[in-house]
């Protein structure tokens, strides 16, 4: 049927979002890496691309960027073996796969030792742990420069009050401390925080010039992280990469001048690549009014995009279907989940309070999109009030291919030994 303005069909990269739900079902995880495509493009400047896969570490991502000479952070044993498992190496130069964390389980330590993996190490006890297994090699430092910055307090990992990264007044011991076990310090690397701006991404590369000239080690690389922001709503800074990636390139060039040496730049985006590309499509199975507020009572919950409930975090909802259909008026309304708990809205602000929108008037069994999804979206779902994690969804040349089966409720009770009496809900 032809798009017209009383019958416009929302689509995903060409596909109806009503075909979409109907062959997948909902709540629906959709991607399409047109959006990666240019991020990527933008990020030319530096000498290496390395994706936080904890943004969204679905195996086909993962492939699709490895095809496109991008490498991998992993920061679990889960992270590590799922980047192997999707065929990066373990070694190389730059190491294909790096190894970042504050602390080693058990596990993940015996895993990075048997693989061979560079290690990114957050604390002396790293390095110490790292060298009773490994008494040569090189190591990076990740540093908490003293100073951090996020888009929510929960996603700040720099100053007094983060766990993250070994101070940096410390580097200079843990270089030493590194070296008496074994281990060369090759690498410096900082991550302020996630979804912060310009003004304080521009102070990395100048506190890693600061760090670099204070230690006494032959550094090859340094990494200026992740963080970087994305625009979802048109009042949103949209960050001028441009101007980020010369800063950094400078403050490379300024310690490699004083070391005497090149320096390898990094950078570590997990959102900024990712997050456009998603979208989750969620039914409306209940409209309701309570007083003057009318809720909007939807398949999806903080079960499945976290995001809002955690950190107040904003996200464009669209309905699914017909939006310009003239006749629609436009109201207030909360979208929330199915969940039994109150702060399972979608619309909300980092205290808590619920924050209406604006929205066409809709009927129960319409559809809702949620944009910017695709960075700690699924990745971040969880099985509570016993829900099976939804489906992912993957649009590439105007295809739509499922790259993750929607979890069968068999699987969330498996772990604990439950048989399900009915097999047909174990139907993914
Ligand atoms: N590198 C390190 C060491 C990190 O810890 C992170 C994110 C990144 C890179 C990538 O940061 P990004 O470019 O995505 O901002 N769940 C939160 C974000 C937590 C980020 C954790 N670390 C959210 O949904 O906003």
């Not at 069994?365 to 971040?380: H, I, K, P, Q």
Request: net charge negative; charged share 25%; aromatic share 6%.
């Amino acid at each position: 049927m032809p798009a017209s303005s009383s019958h416009y069909r929302p689509t995903i990269a060409g596909l109806p979002v009503t075909e979409l739900a109907h062959s997948f079902g909902t709540p629906l995880y959709v991607y399409s890496p047109e959006t990666i495509e240019r991020r990527l493009a933008e990020l030319k400047a530096f000498d290496t691309i390395r994706y936080a896969q904890k943004a969204n570490s679905n195996g086909v991502l993962l492939t699709w960027l490895r095809d496109r000479g991008v490498l991998v952070d992993a920061v679990s044993e889960g992270e590590l073996l799922h980047a192997l498992a999707v065929g990066f190496s373990a070694r190389g130069t730059p190491p294909p796969v790096v190894f970042t964390a504050d602390l080693f389980e058990h596990r993940a330590l015996a895993r990075v030792v048997e693989s061979g993996v560079h290690v990114n190490c957050g604390s002396a006890d790293m390095i110490e742990q790292l060298g009773a297994f490994r008494s040569q090699g090189e190591i990076t430092l990740r540093i908490n420069p003293g100073f951090g910055h996020g888009h929510s307090r929960k996603t700040n990992t720099g100053g007094e009050w983060s766990k993250h990264g070994i101070w940096h007044e410390e580097a200079p011991a843990c270089v030493r401390r590194a070296r008496a076990v074994g281990l060369e310090v090759t690498g410096l690397h900082l991550h302020i925080g996630s979804g912060t701006d310009l003004a304080q991404l521009g102070r990395v590369g100048d506190a890693l010039e600061r760090i670099g000239r204070s230690i006494d080690a032959p550094l090859r690389t340094i990494s200026v992280g992740g963080g970087l922001p994305v625009a979802l709503f048109p009042e949103d800074d949209e960050l001028d990469v441009a101007a980020y990636a010369e800063h950094c390139l400078a403050a490379r060039d300024r310690l490699a001048q004083a070391l005497g040496s090149p320096l390898h730049l990094e950078v570590e985006p997990g959102r900024r690549l990712v997050a456009e590309s998603g979208t989750l499509i969620t039914e409306i199975r209940a409209i309701k009014r309570t007083g003057r507020q009318l809720f909007y009572l939807v398949d999806a919950g903080f079960h499945t995009l976290m995001r809002p409930a955690m950190y107040g975090a904003r996200h464009p909802v669209r309905l699914g279907a017909r939006e310009t259909e003239p006749s629609r008026t436009v109201e207030p309304v909360v979208i929330a989940g199915p969940l039994c708990e109150s702060g399972d809205v979608f619309t909300q602000d980092a205290q808590g309070v619920v924050e209406p929108i604006s929205l066409p008037e809709a009927c129960v069994g319409e559809l809702l999109v949620l944009e910017g999804v695709g960075a700690y979206g699924f990745s971040m779902s969880s099985n509570y009030n016993s829900h099976p994690r939804p489906a992912e969804v993957w649009i590439e040349d105007g295809r739509a291919r499922c790259i993750r089966r929607r979890q069968g409720l068999g699987e969330v009770l498996a772990d604990e030994g439950t048989p399900l009496i009915d097999r047909r809900a174990d139907a993914g």
